[in-house]
Nanobody, 120 residues
């Protein structure tokens, strides 16, 4: 699976951006898809994920109510709608594809990252 993220940019606080991730391969719907971010000087963190079948979502507490993850299995795409952006949302955002095992989710494929900068 190859992933191509896009949609990053510079936005003022309170603004919105929509990130997209296009995936290759015929088994896209079988993967859980996640958006991660890495802010300067911080470790990478999970922002949101969505399962392949039921589309069950999970969000980091810091983005709940502001970000929405969605997927279109017919188009092999996953999106992250980001509203009410804050300066602390500034980071490089990565999409990833993974699977679930008894011990949790593992992400096997990663996109190249797209930079989101939120100015105050």
């Amino acid at each position: 699976v190859q992933l191509q993220a896009s949609g990053g940019g510079l936005v003022q606080a309170g603004g919105s951006l929509r990130l997209s991730c296009a995936a290759s391969g015929r088994t896209f719907s079988s993967y859980v898809m996640g958006w991660f971010r890495r802010a300067p000087g911080k470790e990478r963190e999970l922002v949101a994920r969505i399962t392949g079948g039921r589309g069950t979502t999970h969000y980091a507490d810091s983005v709940k109510g502001r970000f929405t993850i969605s997927r279109d299995n017919a188009k092999n795409t996953v999106h992250l709608q980001m509203n009410s952006l804050k300066p602390e949302d500034t980071a490089v955002y990565y999409c990833a594809a993974g699977t679930y095992s008894g011990s949790g989710y593992s992400y096997h494929y990663w996109g190249q990252g797209t930079l989101v900068t939120v100015s105050s």
